[in-house]
């Protein structure tokens, strides 16, 4: 039917693709893309001829309105960004907002994810996770960035450039203890996928002698080693309540 179709693509294997993806993209009438020489790299190496149009940051407030009006109109069209899951640091909220707020139909057409493919190979807690999107560049603003998550009982998952990782690195540190357990999960789906782990303060050293690797990378951090008592309802945690009962 006519609507707004929120289509995942590979993160690195094109063959990561689904079937249903595939007839979507055959289907629709339209493409909105981030980058139409990326997407259209994918659409050639699938055989799918389609018009392409750019949607972004910069561009979105002038095309959405454009893009709505179709849908209305009774076209189908698909929302793809350059790799992965649309909206997951990539551009679309507003789009999807607008679409559902206007009673259109909107479908999502799962697929990868590095941040979710990242989770499935670092081997740490997966039942609460929290998904941080990118750090602040500056090591200030990166440092409170990470304070401000530094008791929050769950895995943290986040994307970094490889050239800025080491400063990462020691800035999470830093912030969140040398002792957590952490994860840099690069070039995945990729022929030189890697997974190194290690507590925060064994990689900061590893990326600092060894300068930035490069590709991309997403950075999963376990959560704290004290944990709250299941169902105390309080936040302390077990140092604090060690401390508490010892006064
Ligand atoms: N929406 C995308 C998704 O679902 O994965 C993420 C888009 S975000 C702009 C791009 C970031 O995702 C990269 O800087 C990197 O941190 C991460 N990323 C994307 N592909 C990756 C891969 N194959 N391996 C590791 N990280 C990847």
Known sequence: PAGLYIVATPIGNLSD?????????????????EDTRVTGKLLTAKLIKK???????????RERPKLLER?????RIALVSDAGTPLISD????????????????????GPCAAIAALSLAGLPTDRFL???????KSGARQSWFTQEAKTHASLVFYESTRRLPDCLADAAESLGGDRFVAVCRE???????????????????????????????????PPAHVEEAGSGSDMDTEHLLAAALK
Do not use: W
Not at 71 to 75: H, V
Not at 99 to 109: E, K, P, S, W
Not at 194 to 207: D, F, I, P, S
């Open 17 to 33: 693709i689904s079937q249903r993806a595939l007839e979507v993209l055959a289907g629709v009438d339209h493409i909105a893309c």
């Open 51 to 61: 018009p392409l149009s750019s949607y972004h940051e910069h561009n979105g407030a």
């Open 71 to 75: 849908i209305d109109a009774g076209e």
């Open 91 to 110: 551009p679309g909220f507003k789009l999807v907002a607008e679409a559902q707020d206007a009673g259109l139909y909107v479908t999502a057409i799962p």
């Open 131 to 137: 998904f941080m999107g990118f750090p602040p560049n």
């Open 188 to 222: 995945l789906t990729k022929k030189f996928e890697e997974v190194k782990r290690g507590t925060l303060a064994e990689l900061a050293a590893a990326y600092a002698e060894d300068g930035a690797p490069k590709g991309e990378c997403v950075v999963v951090i376990g």
